[in-house]
């Protein structure tokens, strides 16, 4: 196999057969009636995508087309994109070319899986609206000015013995520095950490020594970032906005003075939002307090967020700063790249810049679009969101393993390792002894049942008693009976072996595999041709999760 060859299959898996899924979130893929009115627009089908992508090309709204051109081409030379991706540049400056849009945080070495699959359905759901007629642009939104660095510093990664390790890049000191301009000074020592920890697959070389190209000690994260993603998705075209770009924000004023100017009736839509969530079972995922501002003071390298208190505008943290409100008005006129969006004024801004014909997100942004949809309306927008593909790669290993215990993936996931070892040993020479468990459970649940009306008719109290005793009985045999599952993993070396690196590849922290091992673990087994793989094997209105067998 060369590095542009992976065979893969996909299974498609209910988003309801997994654990720890927001009801929100699955309200808004199974039964978005319930959640309509928490949204703008839905568009789950391809069909409802190109009216929304219709819509926006005739509704009249301008966009800064000609402006952005050299923003962004002067980021993506800087990451070494390849000419397709300045073909899409170009593409967008059409008034008749539409955005998809994603994005995700800095992480290290590219962080979790799912970042690559973002951007994977963002390219996906881009040629499958070109192949309705409608120009699209994918687009890779880095929020470079993020300044929560504790989040993204990290990976995690599995060894050749199929144990899981973490790399870690040097922690500030408390510093409030954003990601993005964070150097890479100390990179040195994370790359040595995946080299001896050695990473197993027969492209790991290839996979070591492109991230060593991509994350130099001259140079900073976001660039670090910029060019192993660019580079991932060069064929495609994939095209890469950077929020500390120099220059783009003259162009959304507008959008930061509107939030000054309406910022009590944009909280009070918020609040309003937060109660008709609680009222329908669910919850709001951005917390906003009465001094939210929903924008940021950035000085030098470092980003405060402001509050609103007393009539003042105050930089949390170190700095000291206040502003009045003629102050900060001032502030955005004159230096509108002093300030930044919040989570939820992002998405505005974002559509305040590109005709975003989808924003593709995961399950916790499908969340708190409920809550932008209640203020996008106070600068004429209708932000909406589109729900990304989610992945679990099952490789050759793993897919053996599952094999030779009958196990599927959703047994993994729903089940605690100690129901997955009894099922194992229910299949197998020890099924006898549990058989015997369950039968001796049921033989003394029912001896009690039947024995409690004919003590409670001459002892109540003793009968309580003996109700109790049965719990306690039931607990015993149960504990017991777990005691000789746990101990049958135990002797049996292969099996706790191999739990071990299911668990760990498939199901590490008792999470989804895309939320924990980065994305570089399969391509140093598959190579590059995974990238083509997932782009031909997802399909982004499944509205399920992707099980890749490679």
Same mark, same amino acid.
């Given at each position: 196999?060369?590095?542009?060859?992976?065979?893969?299959?996909v299974?498609?898996?209910?988003?309801?057969?997994?654990?720890? %899924?927001?009801? &929100? @979130?699955?309200?808004?893929? /199974?039964?978005?009636? *319930?959640?309509?009115?928490?949204?703008t627009? +839905?568009? $789950?089908?391809?069909?409802?995508?190109?009216?929304?992508?219709?819509?926006?090309?005739?509704?009249?709204?301008?966009?800064?087309?000609?402006?952005l051109?050299p923003?962004?081409?002067?980021?993506?030379?800087?990451?070494?994109?390849g000419?397709?991706?300045?073909?899409?540049?170009?593409?967008?400056?059409?008034?008749?070319?539409?955005?998809?849009?994603?994005g995700? %945080?800095?992480? &290290? @070495?590219g962080?979790?899986? /799912?970042?690559?699959? *973002?951007?994977?359905t963002?390219?996906?759901? +881009?040629? $499958?609206?070109?192949?309705?007629?409608?120009?699209?642009?994918?687009?890779?939104?880095?929020?470079?000015?993020?300044?929560?660095?504790e989040?993204?510093?990290?990976?995690?990664?599995l060894?050749?013995?199929?144990?899981?390790?973490?790399?870690?890049?040097?922690?500030?000191?408390?510093?409030?520095?954003?990601?993005?301009?964070?150097?890479?000074?100390?990179?040195?020592?994370c790359?040595?950490?995946?080299?001896?920890q050695g990473?197993?697959?027969?492209?790991?070389?290839?996979?070591?020594?492109?991230?060593?190209?991509?994350?130099?000690?001259?140079?900073?994260?976001?660039?670090?970032f910029?060019?192993?993603l660019?580079g991932?998705?060069?064929?495609?075209?994939?095209?890469?906005?950077?929020?500390?770009?120099?220059?783009?924000?003259?162009?959304?004023r507008?959008?930061?003075?509107?939030?000054?100017?309406?910022?009590?009736?944009?909280?009070?839509?918020?609040?309003?939002?937060?109660?008709?969530?609680?009222?329908?079972?669910?919850?709001?995922?951005?917390?906003?307090?009465?001094?939210?501002?929903?924008?940021?003071?950035?000085?030098?390298?470092?980003?405060?967020?402001?509050r609103?208190?007393?009539?003042?505008?105050?930089?949390?943290?170190?700095?000291?700063?206040?502003?009045?409100?003629?102050?900060?008005?001032?502030?955005?006129?004159?230096?509108p790249?002093?300030?930044?969006?919040?989570?939820?004024?992002?998405?505005?801004?974002?559509?305040?810049?590109?005709?975003?014909?989808?924003?593709?997100?995961?399950?916790?942004?499908v969340?708190?679009?409920?809550?932008?949809?209640?203020?996008?309306?106070?600068?004429?927008?209708?932000?909406?969101?589109?729900?990304?593909?989610?992945?679990?790669?099952?490789?050759?290993?793993?897919?053996?393993?599952?094999?030779?215990?009958?196990?599927?993936?959703?047994?993994?996931?729903?089940?605690?390792?100690?129901?997955?070892?009894?099922?194992?040993?229910?299949?197998?020479?020890?099924?006898?002894?549990?058989?015997?468990?369950?039968?001796?459970?049921?033989?003394?649940?029912?001896?009690?049942?039947?024995?409690?009306?004919?003590?409670?008719?001459?002892?109540?109290?003793?009968?309580?008693?003996?109700?109790?005793?049965?719990?306690?009985?039931?607990?015993?045999?149960?504990?017991?009976?777990?005691?000789?599952?746990?101990?049958?993993?135990g002797?049996?070396?292969?099996?706790?072996?191999?739990?071990?690196y299911?668990?760990?590849?498939?199901?590490?922290?008792s999470?989804?595999?895309?939320?924990?091992?980065?994305f570089?673990?399969?391509?140093?087994?598959?190579?590059?041709?995974?990238?083509?793989?997932?782009?031909?094997?997802?399909?982004?209105?499944?509205?399920?999760?992707?099980?890749?067998?490679?």
């Amino acid at each position: 196999m060369n590095l542009t060859d992976c065979q893969a299959k996909v299974d498609p898996l209910d988003y309801r057969q997994l654990s720890a %899924q927001s009801s &929100l @979130f699955l309200d808004f893929l /199974y039964s978005f009636d *319930k959640v309509s009115s928490f949204y703008t627009d +839905a568009h $789950l089908s391809l069909e409802r995508l190109r009216q929304r992508a219709g819509r926006l090309l005739q509704s009249g709204r301008e966009y800064p087309r000609d402006s952005l051109t050299p923003v962004l081409e002067a980021f993506n030379r800087r990451v070494g994109a390849g000419d397709k991706a300045f073909a899409q540049i170009e593409k967008l400056r059409s008034p008749q070319a539409v955005a998809v849009v994603t994005g995700q %945080q800095l992480g &290290l @070495f590219g962080g979790p899986s /799912y970042c690559v699959y *973002k951007a994977a359905t963002a390219v996906k759901v +881009a040629q $499958l609206l070109e192949a309705e007629g409608i120009s699209a642009v994918a687009i890779f939104w880095l929020p470079s000015d993020d300044s929560d660095f504790e989040e993204v510093r990290s990976s995690s990664w599995l060894n050749r013995q199929g144990k899981r390790f973490e790399v870690s890049f040097p922690a500030h000191p408390g510093s409030a520095r954003m990601v993005g301009r964070t150097s890479l000074q100390g990179i040195q020592s994370c790359l040595e950490e995946l080299k001896q920890q050695g990473l197993p697959g027969q492209f790991s070389s290839s996979v070591l020594e492109n991230l060593a190209q991509c994350y130099s000690p001259q140079s900073d994260f976001r660039l670090g970032f910029g060019r192993w993603l660019s580079g991932l998705f060069r064929k495609h075209g994939l095209v890469l906005f950077d929020a500390l770009s120099p220059g783009y924000k003259q162009l959304i004023r507008p959008v930061f003075e509107n939030a000054l100017q309406r910022r009590e009736e944009i909280l009070a839509s918020l609040e309003q939002r937060r109660q008709e969530l609680i009222a329908a079972g669910h919850f709001a995922q951005v917390h906003v307090g009465q001094g939210e501002t929903l924008m940021f003071w950035m000085d030098g390298d470092i980003r405060y967020k402001l509050r609103c208190e007393e009539g003042r505008y105050h930089a949390r943290g170190d700095s000291g700063r206040s502003f009045s409100l003629e102050d900060f008005q001032a502030l955005i006129q004159d230096c509108p790249d002093c300030i930044g969006p919040n989570v939820l004024l992002r998405p505005i801004v974002q559509d305040h810049l590109f005709p975003t014909a989808a924003y593709v997100g995961g399950p916790g942004e499908v969340s708190y679009f409920s809550q932008v949809s209640a203020i996008s309306g106070y600068w004429g927008i209708e932000s909406a969101v589109f729900p990304r593909s989610a992945l679990t790669v099952v490789d050759r290993k793993a897919q053996r393993l599952l094999k030779r215990y009958d196990l599927s993936l959703s047994d993994l996931m729903k089940s605690s390792r100690l129901e997955v070892t009894r099922q194992i040993i229910e299949s197998g020479g020890s099924s006898r002894v549990l058989e015997e468990f369950d039968r001796l459970e049921s033989e003394v649940e029912r001896r009690l049942e039947a024995l409690q009306p004919l003590i409670r008719s001459e002892d109540p109290p003793v009968a309580d008693m003996l109700r109790g005793s049965g719990h306690k009985i039931a607990h015993q045999i149960k504990k017991v009976r777990d005691r000789f599952v746990k101990n049958h993993e135990g002797r049996n070396t292969h099996l706790s072996d191999h739990l071990d690196y299911l668990y760990s590849d498939l199901l590490p922290h008792s999470k989804p595999q895309e939320r924990v091992l980065n994305f570089n673990q399969f391509l140093a087994l598959e190579g590059e041709g995974l990238v083509e793989a997932l782009l031909e094997s997802i399909d982004p209105f499944a509205h399920s999760h992707h099980v890749l067998w490679v």
